[in-house]
């Protein structure tokens, strides 16, 4: 990642990409306090778009204000900091990453002397669960590791050192031969996945755990609203994993995900064992919606 031609911002700045570097004895290096977003900007007729950019930095705020974080920049700064990095890197469709992180002026855990610095990276980033999981579903399996409990760590807040969960979810799935772990919460209800909000279809109604341990996905919104054009009920509600099982469909959703149908739970296919209408009905929308062929949801789109 850090070998590439390219610019990055950093605290005000584009710098080369090679060069955007951070010291070693950086506070949020050794103990994972720092906030950061995952955002996509889709090639559109009319040229890059940023998906929901406000409602992302809004959260990327919203996580600072959870970990007593106090950023540095507005909201005005990191959002065209995000357009400007799409736009100067000549990138028709991108990942975004903004993260803000605090600095190496000391180590002690009152980090009471710090800087907080901000960057934003975009680069080329294609199908996050690939093209076929997309099209054909993927195949997951329930983690032995829990969803943080609300009171551990913060689970509203989408802060880095809340990710040790997710990666170690995430290998062991893959690592026994699936594509994705479906995480519990530490009462043993079904959470979402390592970096996705899940979802389930049972005779034509949706349903998705509530958001008490799994993060507020801005997909997960965006889903929920298109349901309801669509004439759909949703229902946010606990949800079992016996009730995964026996669903008619499945799928998962998140801004690097999009909308991934799940085929199969633990070795047990869902529904038809491929994807399910109602989620490629879905799936059709929310393309529609981030590539610009929507009119009704422009405003969802910030053009760079
Ligand atoms: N849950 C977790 C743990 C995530 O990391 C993500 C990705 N940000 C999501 C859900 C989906 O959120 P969004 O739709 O806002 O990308």
Redesign the pocket.
């Known amino acids: 990642m850090a070998d590439r031609d390219g610019v990055i911002w950093l605290d005000g700045q584009m710098v080369p990409w090679r060069e955007a570097k951070t010291h070693v004895l950086t506070h949020t290096l050794h103990y994972g306090m720092g906030v950061f977003e995952?955002v996509r900007a889709y090639k559109t007729e009319r040229g890059p778009a940023i998906f929901r950019l406000q409602d992302?930095t809004r959260?990327l705020f919203n996580s600072a204000k959870i970990l007593g974080m106090t950023l540095p920049y507005t909201a005005e700064v990191l959002n065209d900091a995000q357009i400007a990095s799409v736009r100067d890197n000549g990138l028709e469709s991108a990942y975004l990453r903004p993260m803000c992180f605090l600095g190496s002026e000391g180590m002690g855990l009152r980090a009471d002397n710090l800087l907080v610095h901000a960057m934003v990276a975009a680069w080329h980033w294609g199908s996050y669960l690939g093209d076929e999981g997309i099209e054909k579903g993927i195949r997951i399996r329930t983690s032995s590791f829990s969803r943080h409990h609300v009171n551990v760590t913060m689970c509203k807040a989408?802060a880095n050192g809340n990710?040790m969960n997710?990666m170690m979810a995430l290998q062991e799935a893959t690592r026994c031969g699936y594509d994705e772990a479906m995480l519990l919460d530490t009462e043993g209800y079904v959470a979402?996945?390592?970096?996705?909000?899940i979802f389930i279809v049972r005779d034509g109604v949706l349903f998705t755990p509530d958001l008490t341990s799994?993060?507020d996905?801005?997909?997960?919104r965006t889903v929920i609203e298109l349901a309801h054009e669509e004439g759909l009920d949703v229902i946010e509600k606990r949800i079992t994993r016996d009730e995964v099982y026996i669903a008619d469909e499945a799928f998962f959703?998140?801004?690097?995900a999009e909308v991934t149908p799940i085929r199969e739970v633990d070795d047990r296919p869902i529904g038809s064992g491929t994807r399910g209408p109602i989620t490629e009905r879905l799936q059709s929308r929310y393309f529609d919606v981030v590539q610009g062929r929507d009119s009704r949801h422009e405003g969802w789109l910030t053009f760079v």
Request: proline share 0%; no cysteine; charged share 25%.
């Open positions: 995952g992302h959260r989408k990710y997710s979402e996945g390592s970096g996705e909000n799994a993060l996905g801005i997909t997960r959703t998140g801004t690097a």
